[in-house]
């Protein structure tokens, strides 16, 4: 015997019963009066037992309903998942959702990914959680259209295609030449990308997607520069910005990378003083020479140098010792004086350090001059911004107004001469002095200007700095600072405007709003021109006598009409006369030449809203309803706040003044199962490709399917980074699995029942049914609550608990006692089913933005007449549909009580004491009043349960389900009236 407790309310007393050692196979007679496990099993070991060549078949075999269901055990995704979707297409189920549902219309406008190359699994990750909330808005009633896009511009296309010629053919090439076989390149990468997004499951109107490529989305981008220059938002300068010697062109924040392993040479250096402010010259003794101590990381913007900047309420001062060169007298921020000794080498001995003889404010030493080091140019001291401080260098900022935006700043103020001696290649030019000439600023120049400044005698110290440093995010190359001549957007004249718009959106998660609110605060204006040929042309015209660019609202309505009818290939195919306005302007054709700068390609996607949005309202029909504009979600990964969430607020707020979109959701990064970020180079990449259609050896790289990467993507946090890997993958795939077959046993169980003629009222449903219903339609609230929310971890955890607690492990195991061996028609028989009805119905519903694909193969093997053709159309569980609560405390003891039982016959099956159940007898006893009654309730008018007091109380009054010996599936279960009679 074996002692347990139940809680701390009542004792359970499990013992084996001789009489139950062996089962018999009960007569027909007996069917339907209740016996469990025995039966069943007899039936399954006699009843179709083969040996050889003939079939042994019980003669009570008829008189079992076993589950039959041609729903496979084995989901064979490989197969059945690509026939799947073509059932979807062949059958139009999205074309017919998205423009005949009968709610309103919801948009999730999708960003574009770049037409190059293979798709990772961040794509995979991205493309599936919108088409979670698509699928599940469609489900709620609503019209759902997805145009996926593709951005088709910019530098990589052009390398790829430049890469792919020989030398003398990219000698030759027209840029003409050069966009058509980008055109190409792009229209390729676009076809294949598609297709794996497609086999993702991802519904969408894939056959008229969008490229920022098409002549009626590059016309619609047209018309956003153009309403950006007539309300004064775009003009034309010369100030630094991000350049790209690999690349040959400006770049913006958004496609610069800082990795983490960047050294410069950084250098101090003593600007000699020539003349003094007159508190300083106050200050200094007679005939002292006193230098300026400055540091930078870029030694090559030296010869640049216009100025020295300081804090106007910083604390400088004049520290000196015998052992420096010179015996100089250093102008340094007070604080920084420590760190200055080090670098002389002055604090190797003690007391050897630099003495501070004078402190003084900065603005004490404005006016002050110093000779350049390397030209005959003498400089002032000038007072700088709030990025002057004190926490690292000398608190003394060199200033080359030509290679940094503060700098660029404080020389605007002073009206300094923008000296940006650099060439497009990052070369020096004449103006850096004639030994710099042609010298590479990031390589031999800049160890050239090193040695110039040891050698002039004012080098202090050299040494290595690793910092954060902008690249090329496309060439993985260094960047530098250089004033060119480009086009901007002037971000301050519409800033305000901005942030107030971010304030009217969701950002999911909350952290997102702070994100884009400090970038847009802080950001500078947006320089938009590129020196490239592959994109949409600033459509600028220039006087060939005074070089004054020529844009009018006249002359960009007029290219607006040309690229919608042409395309942008008309910038370069068409002559001047026809690219301008018909008139005086076009009679004056040889007085212009065409500008050659094209767009920034953020430009071109963060006019998406215009080109997609918006048209799609022009463009609108029966087949393509029109789009939301706002968009109801924009949705990437976290990244594109800087990115295209911000280039398409700006435009929008720019053009039109409000924001693109109502609700910003964005997800982290995919890293392997380790939690390191994917690289080549570490042979740790996880391709999407390989997770559907498993590797060339199929035993160490499974076929999961694309539902199981779906499932993988349900169930992680996005919000934050999320990994992946093999041993990822097989976990998510058993939980599928699992899923899977308790959908197959519920349509195994359902074959011979139609709700039309065999639905049992609710109020003829045992307590168990009800309970069960009320489970139900608590996992549909929980689940749609999570899914408003964009909870999708919350779904998956629902999900698979119902299936295995709820479902495999409770109500099935007890149910197959009524479903195997009651009479077909029995009420407790067609009660079970009538809840597995509703069970089939609302958890595949309820699966299916998720598990689309297993979802609908359930839809399609639902043995009894459906609603819907599809699982889509069949629509989300409504209200009516929902079950009350019932007797939730009752059932949540009993499943306490029923698990302590199954642990007592686990340790008699371990033992080798009971094989089945159904040999073992439980003794049961409750101190608690209100624990006696329930369990008194739940056995008595048993005949297989007996208590002291009533044992001979026949079974007209139970109901064959809510006794205690069905919930625990034995023989008998017996209440004792004390805790001595155990």
């Not at 792919?164 to 053919?169: G, I, R, Y």
């Not at 090193?450 to 290595?464: C, F, S, Y």
């Not at 109020?763 to 408003?788: F, I």
């Amino acid at each position: 015997m074996v002692l347990i407790l139940f809680g701390m309310l009542s004792t359970v007393l499990l013992k084996r019963s001789s009489a139950f050692k062996r089962v018999a196979l009960h007569p027909p007679s007996l069917r339907g009066q209740g016996r469990l496990s025995a039966p069943i099993l007899c039936a399954r070991d006699l009843s179709s037992e083969t040996t050889g060549r003939k079939s042994v078949v019980s003669k009570y075999s008829n008189t079992i309903f076993l589950p039959s269901t041609p729903f496979d055990q084995r989901a064979n995704s490989a197969v059945k998942e690509p026939k799947t979707q073509q059932w979807w297409a062949d059958n139009k189920i999205y074309e017919q959702l998205s423009r005949n549902n009968p709610g309103d219309t919801f948009t999730l406008h999708d960003g574009p990914p770049y037409a190059n190359g293979d798709l990772h699994i961040g794509h995979a990750l991205n493309k599936i959680l919108k088409d979670f909330i698509n699928k599940y808005q469609t489900l709620q009633g609503k019209k759902v259209r997805y145009v996926p896009g593709w951005d088709c511009h910019g530098l990589p296309i052009e390398l790829k295609v430049l890469q792919s010629m020989k030398s003398a053919e990219r000698e030759s090439l027209t840029p003409i030449q050069l966009r058509k076989k980008a055109l190409q390149f792009a229209k390729d990468a676009v076809d294949k990308q598609r297709q794996s997004f497609k086999r993702y499951g991802v519904w969408g109107d894939w056959s008229e997607p969008y490229l920022t490529a098409q002549p009626a989305y590059e016309a619609a981008q047209i018309r956003v520069f153009g309403d950006m220059v007539s309300k004064g938002h775009i003009y034309r300068g010369k100030k630094p910005v991000h350049w790209s010697p690999s690349s040959r062109t400006a770049l913006a924040e958004a496609e610069l990378e800082y990795p983490d392993n960047h050294v410069s040479r950084s250098i101090y250096v003593g600007f000699k003083v020539t003349d003094m402010s007159p508190k300083l010259q106050a200050a200094v003794p007679a005939g002292a020479d006193v230098r300026i101590a400055i540091w930078t990381t870029t030694p090559w913007t030296i010869p640049a140098n216009l100025a020295v900047a300081v804090g106007a309420e910083l604390e400088y001062c004049l520290a000196s010792h015998p052992e420096v060169q010179y015996g100089a007298h250093f102008l340094v921020g007070l604080p920084l004086v420590e760190s200055l000794s080090a670098k002389l080498g002055l604090d190797i001995k003690e007391g050897h350090k630099l003495q501070i003889s004078t402190v003084l404010k900065g603005e004490d030493l404005v006016g002050s001059k110093y000779q350049h080091p390397l030209c005959e140019r003498v400089s002032e001291v000038v007072l700088g911004g709030d990025y002057i401080n004190m926490e690292s260098g000398t608190g003394l900022v060199h200033t080359a107004p030509g290679h940094g935006q503060e700098d660029y700043l404080t020389g605007l103020k002073y009206n300094l001469p923008l000296l940006s001696p650099v060439n497009d290649l990052g070369k020096f030019t004449v103006e850096a002095g004639e030994r710099f000439v042609g010298l590479d600023v990031l390589k031999e120049g800049n160890v050239a200007v090193i040695k110039a400044l040891e050698e002039a005698g004012v080098l202090i110290k050299e040494e290595p700095y690793s910092h954060k440093y902008p690249y090329d995010w496309r060439s993985k190359k260094p960047t530098i600072f250089r004033a060119t001549e480009q086009w901007f957007a002037s971000v301050s004249t519409f800033r305000e405007a901005t942030l107030q718009a971010i304030d009217q959106v969701e950002w999911i998660p909350a952290a997102g709003q702070t994100r884009i609110s400090a970038m847009t605060q802080s950001r500078g204006d947006w320089c938009i021109s590129r020196q490239r040929s592959w994109g949409v042309p600033i459509p600028v015209f220039y006087s060939t006598a005074t070089n004054e660019p020529l844009m009018t609202p006249e002359t960009l309505q007029h290219i607006e009409a040309v690229f919608a009818q042409h395309g942008s290939d008309a910038w370069w195919e068409m002559d001047i006369a026809s690219l301008l306005p018909p008139g005086p302007l076009r009679e004056r054709a040889g007085e212009f030449t065409k500008g050659t700068d094209t767009m920034d390609v953020w430009f071109d996607s963060g006019t998406s809203w215009a080109g997609v949005l918006q048209a799609s309202a022009v463009a609108a029909t029966p087949e393509a309803p029109a789009l939301n504009y706002p968009a109801d979600m924009y949705l990437e990964g976290s990244d594109q706040h800087r990115g295209w969430f911000q280039s398409s607020l700006l435009t929008s707020v720019a053009s039109q003044g409000i924001a693109p979109y109502k609700t910003v959701l964005t997800h982290g990064f995919v890293l392997d199962e380790r939690g390191y970020k994917m690289s080549k180079s570490l042979g740790n990449v996880v391709d999407p490709v390989k997770i559907i259609n498993g590797g060339g050896n199929q035993k160490e790289e499974p076929a999961f399917g694309a539902d199981t990467l779906r499932l993988w993507a349900s169930g992680v946090d996005y919000t934050g980074d999320v990994c992946v890997g093999s041993n990822i993958m097989k976990q998510v795939s058993e939980s599928c699995r699992k899923i899977r077959n308790t959908m197959r046993y519920v349509l195994g169980s359902l074959g011979d029942f139609d709700p039309a003629l065999h639905t049992v009222p609710y109020e003829q449903l045992s307590s168990l049914d009800k309970y069960m219903l009320g489970q139900l339609s608590s996992l549909v609230r929980d689940v749609s609550a999570s899914y408003d929310k964009y909870q999708f971890v919350d779904v998956n955890k629902a999900l698979l608990q119902f299936s295995s607690a709820e479902l495999s492990s409770f109500y099935l195991d007890i149910a197959k006692d009524r479903l195997y061996i009651s009479a077909k028609d029995e009420l407790r028989r067609r009660s079970c089913q009538t809840v597995l009805t509703h069970v089939l119905e609302q958890t595949t519903v309820l699966m299916a933005p998720i598990l689309s694909h297993l979802a609908e193969e359930v839809w399609q093997s639902v043995p009894y007449p459906t609603t819907a053709q599809s699982v889509f159309q069949r629509g989300w569980v409504k209200e009516n549909e929902m079950f009350p609560a019932h007797e939730e405390e009752r059932w949540r003891q009993l499943r306490v009580l029923r698990s302590d039982v199954n642990k007592c016959i686990e340790g008699l099956r371990a033992a080798k004491e009971v094989g089945a159940s159904m040999q073992c007898k439980v003794h049961l006893y409750a101190k608690d009043p209100t624990q006696a009654a329930l369990l008194k309730e739940m056995t008595l008018g048993n005949a297989f349960t007996s208590s002291s007091k009533s044992r001979d109380v026949g079974e007209s009054s139970t109901n064959k389900v809510d006794d205690l010996r069905f919930a625990f599936m034995v023989s008998q279960v017996h209440l004792d009236d004390s805790e001595e009679a155990l």
